[in-house]
């Protein structure tokens, strides 16, 4: 039996349908900055799919780079440690101080480094301290995970840390300051310290004595542990820039369990085809399109470290001198994550801890950086500039400012031994009324009592440190000046 559809109730349907509105149809034709795209009816004619997968790939795989520049940094890390030895019975130390033939992001020329990498997919890990160190343990994400030495629990008093795997769910004994690490493998940091005579022998001789690594099972016959001086050694913990990235940070992925990492972050990279467990080989296309998104990436940190926007960023109105640590060692804010920060951060330094931009008056430090001259002009090497410090530096210890190469983030190396002037050189002048003039340039200007030289054609850029600051450092009642061109 049919029905018989009225003339009112077809009348009734058609007033029924809506309009849609304004905004949400999409026209035939659209002129994009990816050129035109072209839809029949709201539907994508095949070179549109095509153009709009791979933008989608490219700005996804930009993205992708940003975030994972920790991740690259510390793999870059494992790969130049480890060719001194296997993870967890290694420590190369600088026992004569970093020279700037290592290629390494913003060393200080003041401490000795000891450094070692931890892996610990077999187990829980026992790192035994020495006293009177300052240093922290990073993760394979570069994720904090806790202090030792002065910032730390043991106080600088030395003590054994049991490291936890993650997901460990076996017993802990007593005695141990124990930590939860959040990935399977890590970094661990110290700097020693000079004694009041300037020798840094006795700390790296008690560190050589005292530190053991061993895994928790072998409590009673801990391995030997072997010490490399590579303070004469050419050394590069810098990670690439090149599609090389790509490949670096796959090690990381491969190495540590999805559970491990961010899911932001994971997303990002399994949407360029880089996942836990499976093999990364992108096609031409794909493998073209991140050798550019690496490029457009590297510039991107560069912009973002180099140039930062973020006004609140900056110690003064008007300066070129900011801090690294915007939204603290976390990079947040009320919650958020602020992207840009975290980003310049890791492409410019190394290590991270709460005590890196912690307030602590006469402890700790604090660092100042600057990339431009008092006019926002970059630092060039080819020219002379003046640094003029006021009088009573407030520093319970003593500070620095260091030149560093604008390419690597490195040292710049020059004729000098170290591209730095410190309040404890042997050569270092005050002026008479107590002030401190510092000259940058490729000559030494007559007269000059502290000077860094620079290499013309070469972009530089400084930080100044404040190791024990005091509080007019952080109320600003003491002010860092401005690194301002001269003429010769």
């Not at 020279?99 to 401490?111: D, E, K, M, V, Y």
């Not at 997919?121 to 160190?133: D, R």
């Not at 493998?185 to 020798?199: C, H, Q, S, Y």
Request: hydrophobic share 35%; charged share 20%.
């Amino acid at each position: 039996m049919k029905m018989k559809i009225n003339s009112m109730q077809t009348e009734q349907t058609k007033k029924t349908v809506t309009k849609i509105p304004d905004g949400i149809a999409i026209p035939d034709k659209v002129e994009t900055r990816l050129g035109t795209l072209n839809f029949k009816d709201g539907f994508p004619d095949d070179a549109t799919v095509e153009k709009l997968y791979d933008n989608l790939d490219f700005q996804r795989a930009v993205q992708a780079y940003l975030l994972a520049i920790p991740a690259v940094n510390q793999a870059a890390m494992r790969k130049a440690l480890l060719q001194w030895g296997p993870a967890n019975t290694t420590m190369p130390i600088w026992e004569d101080l970093v020279f700037p033939r290592t290629i390494g992001l913003t060393f200080n020329t003041s401490t000795t480094y000891c450094w070692m990498w931890l892996d610990l997919h077999n187990g829980p890990l026992v790192a035994e301290v020495p006293p009177g160190v300052l240093g922290a343990f990073n993760d394979h994400w570069y994720r904090w995970v806790v202090d030792v030495g002065m910032t730390g629990p043991d106080k600088g008093q030395g003590g054994k840390y049991l490291i936890l795997p993650p997901k460990y769910e076996g017993n802990i004994p007593e005695g141990y300051i124990v930590a939860q690490a959040q990935a399977y493998e890590m970094f661990l940091a110290w700097r020693t310290f000079p004694d009041k005579t300037g020798n840094l022998k006795p700390a790296v001789d008690l560190t050589k004595k005292v530190t053991k690594v061993y895994s928790l099972s072998q409590i009673n016959n801990p391995p030997t542990m072997k010490f490399v001086n590579i303070s004469p050694e050419p050394f590069v913990t810098v990670g690439p820039g090149d599609y090389q990235f790509w490949e670096l940070l796959n090690t990381v992925v491969q190495s540590e369990p999805p559970f491990t990492g961010d899911p932001v972050t994971l997303g990002m990279l399994k949407s360029i085809g880089m996942e836990y467990g499976k093999p990364f080989a992108p096609d031409e296309r794909m493998k073209k399109i991140l050798t550019e998104a690496a490029l457009v990436g590297d510039a991107t940190a560069r912009t973002l470290t180099y140039c930062m926007r973020d006004k609140e960023a900056y110690f003064y109105e008007g300066s070129a001198w900011r801090t690294a640590f915007l939204g603290g060692y976390k990079f947040e804010q009320d919650g958020i994550r602020l992207l840009n920060s975290a980003s310049q951060y890791y492409f410019y330094a190394t290590g991270v801890t709460p005590a890196m931009e912690s307030k602590m008056v006469g402890e700790g430090s604090q660092y100042a950086l600057a990339f431009v001259d008092s006019k926002g002009k970059p630092l060039d090497g080819s020219r002379t500039y003046k640094l003029h410090l006021p009088a009573n530096v407030p520093v319970k210890n003593f500070w620095s400012v260091i030149a560093y190469d604008n390419q690597a983030r490195s040292f710049l190396q020059t004729d000098q031994t170290w591209p730095s002037v410190t309040s404890k050189d042997k050569d270092f002048k005050l002026n008479e009324d107590g002030t401190v003039d510092v000259y940058f340039g490729p000559k030494r200007p007559e007269g000059a009592k502290n000077y860094i030289q620079t290499i013309p054609n070469k972009g530089w850029n400084a930080i100044f440190r404040l190791y024990s600051p005091l509080e007019p450092w952080f109320d600003k009642t003491w002010r860092l000046g401005e690194i301002e061109e001269v003429k010769l």
